[in-house]
């Protein structure tokens, strides 16, 4: 690791985090949207990563790459991960989505980047004087967070606007722990206790789905997940019938008794009103209303409104976990 002083000289974080910010909102204020919900550090804040790589790549001998993740504060951070990227997994890698997708596998492991906010930022450095000032600072190490504040809000116009999005990292990325998701809808704690990995596996892929702004298959999934939550909900007031009823009368009638192997939302709500008389109109017109959000939501959706409709999805994950779920 390598202090942020020792390269940048007299750029102290500060200086860094606002040189990004300025080119990132004047970015922002060239695409000239109304909707900056869309844009993560206009209401998040930000922690910047800089690693600089092993790089040997004709005349361009030096790369940097970026990205920001969800943070208390903002912050900025800089390592030299150049001994730990000098192999050749590393240097055969076919592009920088690769290279990085290896970065996140192996070095930055624990890491929850925000997809849009990778950046790559290569130079030259044909003796010291091309690549470093007369006091020792960095050219293109303080370049960097200029060129990727402008790149950031760029790629979350790209990807809210024209629903482009690119896997930049492995299956296996864990967005259920995201800071974002857990302060806002809890799921870390709601699948915490519901300890199903089928069901971590099914709100995790509409997370995915989320982030990469693929917004019809994100509604489609948050209404499997709901589905998905409803009986198990069911599965638990079984039990709880079970528990208050004799064998004999439990064995005549119970919630999950002749449930079709292919439930739809009306079949659960039937059940619930069947068996809890404390299930009313209010809980049956939110989960009626859930699903025609869904429904609402196709491959030419405008991207904002149907953002707004996978929030509102979310939320709903959340309420029937606490409205539902914990009633049995």
């Known amino acids: 690791m390598v202090t942020n002083m020792e390269i940048f000289k007299d750029l102290t974080d500060a200086d860094l985090i606002e040189n990004a910010k300025e080119t990132y909102n004047k970015e922002i204020d ?3 949207m109304d909707d900056l ?19 040997d790549n004709g005349n361009d001998n030096m790369a940097m790459f970026m990205y920001a993740e969800i943070s208390d504060k903002d912050d900025f951070i800089y ?5 730990r990227t000098h192999n050749i997994q590393f240097e055969t890698s076919n592009n920088n989505l690769e ?7 192996n070095i930055i492991k624990d890491a929850k980047p925000i997809f849009s906010s990778l950046f790559t930022h290569t130079g030259s450095s044909y003796s010291l004087h091309s690549s470093y000032t007369e006091d020792g600072s960095n050219i293109l ?11 950031f809000a760029k790629n979350e116009y790209l990807k809210a606007s024209k629903n482009l999005s690119k896997n930049l990292l492995d299956d296996s990325l864990d967005l259920v722990n995201n800071k974002y998701y857990t302060d806002r809808f809890h799921f870390n704690e709601i699948l915490n206790d519901i300890n199903s990995e089928q069901f971590t596996l099914e709100l995790n892929d509409c997370l995915k789905a989320y982030e990469h702004g693929f917004w019809f298959v994100c509604a489609t999934g948050i209404g499997s997940v709901i589905e998905h939550l409803l009986y198990l909900s069911l599965k638990r007031l079984d039990n709880k019938y079970k528990a208050e009823h004799t064998v004999k009368e439990y064995i005549k009638k119970h919630p999950l008794k002749g449930l079709s192997k292919d439930p739809t939302k009306m079949d659960y709500i039937n059940r619930f009103e069947q068996y809890d008389k404390d299930f009313n109109y209010r809980t049956e017109n939110h989960i009626n209303s859930t699903f025609i959000l869904r429904n609402s939501i196709d491959h030419y959706s405008s991207g904002y409104s149907s953002k707004s409709i996978c929030d509102m999805m979310f939320q709903g994950i959340a309420d029937f976990y606490e409205g539902i779920y914990l009633r049995y």
């Open 30 to 32: 060239y695409i000239g």
């Open 37 to 55: 919900s869309i844009f993560s550090w206009k209401n998040k804040h930000l922690k910047l990563t800089m690693l600089k790589v092993f790089w």
């Open 79 to 83: 390592s030299d991960i150049t001994d």
């Open 99 to 105: 290279r990085f997708a290896y970065i996140k596998r």
């Open 141 to 151: 190490a303080e370049m960097a967070p200029y060129y990727w504040g402008k790149e």
